[in-house]
T-cell receptor
Framework: NAGVTQTPKFQVLKTGQSMTLQCAQD?????MSWYRQDPGMGLRLIHY???????DQGEVPNGYNVSRSTTEDFPLRLLSAAPSQTSVYFC???????????FGSGTRLTVV | GQQVMQIPQYQHVQEGEDFTTYCNSS?????IQWYKQRPGGHPVFLIQ?????EVKKQKRLTFQFGEAKKNSSLHITATQTTDVGTYFC????????????FGPGTSLSVIP
């Protein structure tokens, strides 16, 4: 039981490049979310999903796309990377609203 | 939009002293969650409170949810060096399906 797996752990992108941050969970959780963490700002919600085929925007969705074609996977796509997207990205999942989120170990992204 | 605030931002205590962090929401919450993040780590779920006025204890940690369901607190009795980390509250309003918004966190340092 691996929990929530995020890849890659570290990534450096050039401004304007695109990439996908991968997130997979093996706990059959319906609810998944993406957060970004910047110093002094806590975790800000980017997008979330309450099941396969269902996604919605969080607090800071601009510049990011998501899709949820399976229960297990919830990839986050950066369309055209900008230095303001330099951050630590966390993926999290939970079975339903009765439970707390289980977080992955994060992806540290630097955009130069 | 929904905002979650926490005070203080930082707290330095001598080992053995008590510690309290306060969480306030701009809107009425359906529930409140608390997470702990160790330096360099990912957030770890501690507890969820659902009922108005609810109080829950986990060993030296006491969690409270306000009567109006707009504020919460975490109190640690007799801090230990293992309590070091950042404590986040996170809340969801009744109108959002699973939009869980985090506060900016309180960073706790414990001086041995």
């Amino acid at each position: 039981n691996a929990g929530v797996t995020q890849t890659p752990k570290f990534q450096v992108l050039k401004t304007g490049q695109s990439m996908t941050l991968q997130c997979a969970q093996d706990m059959n959780h319906e609810y998944m979310s993406w957060y970004r963490q910047d110093p002094g700002m806590g975790l800000r919600l980017i997008h979330y999903s309450v099941g396969a085929g269902i996604t919605d925007q969080g607090e800071v969705p601009n510049g990011y796309n998501v899709s949820r074609s399976t229960t297990e996977d919830f990839p986050l796509r950066l369309l055209s990377a900008a230095p303001s997207q330099t951050s630590v990205y966390f993926c999290a999942s939970r079975e339903d609203r009765r439970y707390g989120y289980t977080f992955g170990s994060g992806t540290r992204l630097t955009v130069v | 939009g929904q905002q979650v605030m926490q005070i203080p931002q930082y707290q330095h205590v001598q080992e053995g002293e008590d510690f309290t962090t306060y969480c306030n929401s701009s809107t009425t919450l359906s529930n409140i969650q608390w997470y702990k993040q160790r330096p360099g780590g990912h957030p770890v779920f501690l507890i969820q409170l659902v009922k108005s006025g609810e109080v829950k204890k986990q060993k030296r940690l006491t969690f409270q949810f306000g009567e109006a369901k707009k504020n919460s607190s975490l109190h640690i009795t007799a801090t230990q060096t293992t309590d070091v980390g950042t404590y986040f509250c996170a809340g969801r309003t009744k109108t959002s399906y699973d939009k869980v918004i985090f506060g900016p966190g309180t960073s706790l340092s414990v001086i041995p």
